[in-house]
């Protein structure tokens, strides 16, 4: 990374209001000491952030989430949610919530399963937040398997 170069935003991590994920930045600065870059935010000032934060390639978009099952009981129910993104990647999770856990456990002495995410309800809109919130972390990935 040098100066003027154009980089994408992988991550906001904390500055949700600053900086949007995905949305190219050009480096006006860069403290050789901490590797940070000084860039114009969504705020239109310049600040400086960890290049962590930013990468020279675009990362492709979802262009979709699609609930795979019917939600019967919001409060008790475990549903598969598909995800695709603009390079065509797919990627599934499972969204259940803490009362179909209970239910299971207490007929089972455990739960173990990998690409679970637990959400007090479901519905549509708290699934799509989640994901979109879960990408702007950049934690998406890592909680889903892929196709």
Not at 18 to 36: A, F, H, M, P, V
Not at 42 to 71: A, M, R, V
Request: charged content about 30%; aromatic content about 12%; some cysteine.
């Amino acid at each position: 990374m040098k100066i003027k170069d154009k980089v994408y935003c992988t991550a906001i991590g904390v500055y949700s209001s600053q900086l949007t994920k995905r949305k190219s930045y050009i480096i006006e600065g860069i403290n050789s000491d901490s590797g940070n870059i000084r860039i114009c935010n969504d705020e239109n000032k310049l600040k400086w952030y960890s290049k962590f934060y930013f990468s020279s390639d675009s990362e492709p978009e979802i262009t979709s989430i699609h609930i795979d099952d019917e939600i019967i009981d919001p409060e008790s129910d475990n549903i598969e949610v598909t995800i695709t993104f603009s390079n065509n990647d797919r990627y599934w999770l499972t969204f259940t919530t803490p009362k179909y856990l209970d239910n299971i456990l207490e007929t089972a002495p455990y739960f173990s399963s990998s690409h679970f995410l637990i959400v007090k309800n479901l519905s549509e809109e708290i699934i799509k937040d989640t994901i979109h919130k879960l990408d702007d972390q950049n934690e998406l990935i890592s909680n889903c398997k892929k196709y």
